[in-house]
């Protein structure tokens, strides 16, 4: 799926997108809004994003698993030589310990994300502080032209600043600021 972010001046604004996106057959699963207003969205009703969507969790998570798989190799090779739970023990052993290992780096990660800002979100701190309403809208690639059109049509106070994805790349470093 695609994410589209447009990011508009006002509440009423928002309320107003989030209306038309409903009505457009967009659920509250694929729309949501990141604002320091956290409280005038739950009055509107608005879908407000989560701490998974305002933090970097996934894609730091995934960052920590490849660095601790690639940690584990060492010790796992290291028991596979020195057998010291003896030599007729299971290979899944050795399976689990580079697995614990991996996980332990994945769980790292994800603690770090939690205190990191989404990465795509990141670029926008100084609007959202300034009040503005970042909206990230999820499309399948059948809808995106129709919510494209739908928003300059409707909504030409809202700026498209960016067409991104759903899926989290951990290699993903440089975002552009405009779509």
């Known amino acids: ?21 409903h009505q457009a057959g967009i659920t509250d699963w694929h729309f949501h809004v990141v604002s320091k207003d956290e409280a005038g969205l739950y009055r ?3 879908h407000a994003a989560n701490l998974i969507q305002k933090h970097d ?9 490849m660095i601790g ?3 584990a190799l060492a010790p796992t090779a290291y028991f596979m030589a020195a057998e010291p739970f003896g030599p007729d023990v ?6 689990a310990i ?12 994800g603690l770090a994300g939690l205190a990191t800002e989404n990465h795509a979100i990141a670029q926008y701190h100084d ?18 032209e129709h919510v ?6 409707k909504h030409p106070e809202a700026k498209l600043m960016r067409v991104g994805s759903t899926v989290v790349n951990p290699f993903e470093f440089v975002k552009t600021k405009h779509a």
Do not use: P
């Not at 494209?148 to 049509?153: A, V």
């Open 127 to 144: 609007d959202i502080d300034a009040g503005k309403y970042l909206i990230m809208i999820d499309v399948r690639r059948d809808q995106e």
């Open 98 to 109: 580079f697995g614990c290992i991996t996980l332990f780096g994945a769980w790292v990660g």
């Open 1 to 21: 799926m695609k994410r589209l972010y447009y990011l508009t001046g006002n509440l009423d604004s928002t309320e107003q997108i989030s209306n038309d996106m």
């Open 44 to 46: 509107r009703h608005i």
């Open 57 to 65: 969790v996934i894609r730091s998570g995934e960052r920590g698993a």
């Open 90 to 95: 299971s290979g899944l052993v050795y399976v």
């Open 148 to 153: 494209r059109l739908l928003m300059e049509k």
């Open 69 to 71: 798989g690639i940690v």
